[in-house]
């Protein structure tokens, strides 16, 4: 277990958290602990909490903005293990928090297991997916989900909830919820049934054959289109998209036509309807936009991106501009997807940037 710790009382002899987070700022925590043993994750938490010290349990780092130097525990999940089985219908994978994501697709491609080849090259860890339900070309992890394993940190007892008690909706789930503080999520359960059927209603998906395409040439396809305009972060420190997109009424959808004809827009089934960000960002102008070290990045403009010198403040700032431009023009209010983590613990994003 490589522990870091402090050496001094002041920030700055601190260990940096630069390589585990993807917007890769120049920030740091009072002291880091990789675990991969469920009993360390446990026994390191519950000791923090018992010292009353801010703690962060941390998968991949790829959904998070550190606005200052954290002055607690970062506990970074590396527990590891996939264990596979079948039934009649379907393939059942128990996956540890730990897991690399796109590792598990490849893996489920490598076995022949077909179903989860849309959510390729997604950053972060398996632990994490639920916690946002994370989503790409048309399908969601709550659709490959059949229970989540929650280690309570107070009690010791692990939790199993079914998919239907994830309470999961669009980067929403019940761990940004009730089990947000106190838990920690140590395994998933996937389902993938044997019946396997493509999603092709996604951009360039909609040109492959449905009934010749393989699981295969979708993963390579949907790496394909993410490669052609997300930013890497391993060259270009980013967490992906750094709002999420709006949800608005038929009347707002409506009046927003009038001067918008070709505004992009997605029914939803409870009759509201998603906008695009990177769209209403766009038309604001704003792509290649910089403050400081951070700018909108100029082939996908809901990704902001850290130009290599970017402080968390450039980052909050060009948040803050670009909110308030969309706001001025569409009268849509963007809220980060992105988690804000400052010196004590998790922050309101919206708060932060508006
Ligand atoms: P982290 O950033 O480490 O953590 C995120 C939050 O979860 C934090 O609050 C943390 O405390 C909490 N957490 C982490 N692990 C646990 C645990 N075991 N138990 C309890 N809480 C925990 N997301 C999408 O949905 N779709 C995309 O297409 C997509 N594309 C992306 C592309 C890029 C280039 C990048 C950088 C990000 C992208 N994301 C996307 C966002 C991100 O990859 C996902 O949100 C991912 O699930 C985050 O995983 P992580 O392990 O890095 O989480
Ligand atoms: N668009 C622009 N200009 C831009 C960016 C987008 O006009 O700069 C337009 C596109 O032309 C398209 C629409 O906006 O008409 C949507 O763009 P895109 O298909 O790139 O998807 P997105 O809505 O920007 C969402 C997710 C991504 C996910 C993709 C693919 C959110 C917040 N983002 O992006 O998830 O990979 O769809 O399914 O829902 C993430 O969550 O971090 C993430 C990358």
């Excluded at 740091?28 to 962060?56: D, G, M, W």
């Excluded at 997916?129 to 992890?141: K, M, T």
């Excluded at 695009?276 to 704003?286: R, V």
Aim: overall charge neutral; proline content about 6%; aromatic content about 8%.
């Amino acid at each position: 277990m490589p522990t870091s710790t402090p050496t001094a009382m002041s920030s700055s002899s601190w260990p940096s958290l630069q390589p585990f987070h993807t917007f890769g700022l120049p920030v740091r925590a009072r002291k880091i602990s990789q675990v991969t043993q469920l009993s360390e994750l446990l026994a390191l938490s519950r000791a923090s909490l018992q010292a009353n010290e801010p703690l962060l349990i941390l998968g991949g780092g790829s959904n998070m903005l550190f606005t200052e130097d954290f002055a607690g525990h970062v506990i970074v999940n590396r527990l590891r293990g996939i264990r596979c089985s079948e039934s009649e219908q379907a393939w059942h994978l128990h996956v540890a928090a730990g897991e690399n994501w796109h590792q598990l697709v490849e893996y489920t491609l490598a076995h022949d297991l077909p179903g989860m080849e849309n959510l390729a090259l997604i950053p972060g860890c398996c632990g994490s997916a639920p916690i946002q339900n994370i989503g790409a070309y048309g399908v969601e992890f709550e659709k490959v989900c059949e229970y989540v394993d929650v280690l309570a940190l107070t009690s010791g007892e692990t939790v199993r909830l079914s998919r239907e008690e994830c309470q999961f909706g669009y980067r929403d789930s019940i761990f940004k919820h009730r089990y947000q503080r106190g838990y920690v999520i140590t395994a998933v359960g996937l389902r993938l049934p044997k019946a396997w059927q493509p999603v092709l209603s996604y951009g360039d998906l909609a040109k492959l054959d449905p009934r010749s395409v393989t699981a295969q040439q979708i993963f390579t396809t949907v790496c394909q289109m993410r490669q052609s305009k997300l930013p890497d972060p391993a060259q270009q420190g980013n967490a992906g998209s750094f709002f999420k997109n709006p949800l608005v009424s038929g009347e707002t959808l409506a009046d927003l036509r009038q001067t918008y004809p070709s505004i992009p827009c997605y029914p939803q089934p409870n009759g509201q309807y998603k906008l695009a960000a990177g769209w209403l960002i766009d038309q604001c102008g704003l792509k290649g936009h910089r403050i400081g070290g951070a700018a909108v990045h100029d082939k996908q403009a809901l990704v902001l991106v850290n130009q290599g010198n970017a402080t968390a403040r450039d980052v909050v700032q060009l948040a803050h501009t670009v909110r308030q431009q969309v706001l001025a023009r569409f009268a849509v209010a963007l809220e980060p997807e992105v988690r804000f983590m400052g010196a004590d613990g998790e922050i309101n994003a919206v708060q932060a940037i508006a």
